[in-house]
């Protein structure tokens, strides 16, 4: 609308002589353009605050439900770990007879040899790293 009003006016004045409507057509274009530059910029400078509130709330909000399921998932796990332990024990009773001392004897008897077992691991695993730690000492000692 406003580019219409525009050219109506700069066509009245130029419409006296070529140059000087050539000279008005130039003028007009160019103060349409830098219009247009001026309305883009602040378009995009609004825009980009739009989309930087917006990241900055999900971001927000995405890393929360993270959070949440995280500590959802861990606490499921934990239930269905009970869950299963409680439906072995109820299996172990079953099998021993109802003798609730002689499952938790086997029980405690797993448990020692899964802790062993663990515990062995670990120092075999430090003992691995332990002789790589060297060897690249030894490495940097040559150089």
Known sequence: MEEKKRKQTTSRKAA??????????EASSEQIKKEKTEIGEEQREAIQYEFSQQQETEHGKNLLTSIIQTAKDKINSQIQMAKNMYSLFQGMKQAYG??????????????????????????????????EIREKAKKIVKI
């Open 98 to 131: 109802g003798d609730t001392k002689k499952v938790l004897q086997v029980a405690f008897g797993f448990a020692k040899e899964e802790i062993k077992r663990r515990a062995k691991e670990k120092t075999n695993e430090l003992k691995e790293k332990a002789n």
């Open 16 to 25: 006296k002589s070529p140059r000087k409507k050539e000279r008005a057509e």
